[in-house]
């Protein structure tokens, strides 16, 4: 699995699914919080606790256990500035890339509250992800 190569195991995996990372990965080394997101109405598997989900899953993907599939868990990666710390944007997406070794599909600022509760209105049926995307496509309102 990509993300472990690049980031390593997560600090910490919450029972929705959700796996964090925090690391200073800013253009000024700020601290980042990296969140993988989990699929819309996400169940672990049988079998393992919210904690041995990602490492299970990374040895799936490198061919070292049969499952559980990653894709089957998760459907996005969200990066953005840890404790309220401000920072732009486009820099914060350079940054990020080098990190990634890829660009991300989208960037700019969301709403987190409005997901949070779209996501617990749901019952978690909602992807994150999506949420996060459609956020990013739509123009703010003036």
């Not at 997101?37 to 049988?46: E, F, K, L, M, R």
């Amino acid at each position: 699995m990509a993300v472990e190569g690049r980031l390593g195991d997560p600090v910490d995996s919450y029972v929705n699914g959700s796996q964090t990372w925090l690391r200073d990965d800013g253009p000024a080394a700020e601290a980042i919080e990296w969140r993988l997101h989990p699929v819309p109405s996400y169940a672990a598997p049988d079998g393992l606790s919210h904690y041995e989900v990602f490492g299970a899953a990374a040895l799936a993907a490198a061919g070292l256990a049969p499952d559980p599939d990653p894709t089957e868990l998760w459907d996005g990666l969200e990066a953005f500035p840890a404790y309220g710390d401000e920072v732009e944007p486009a820099p914060l997406a350079a940054a990020l890339a080098e990190v990634l070794g890829i660009v991300p599909d989208a960037t700019g600022l969301v709403d987190h509250d409005r997901i949070a509760d779209e996501w617990e209105r749901s019952g978690g049926t909602v992807s994150i992800s999506q949420a996060l995307l459609t956020q990013l496509d739509t123009p703010n309102e003036p």
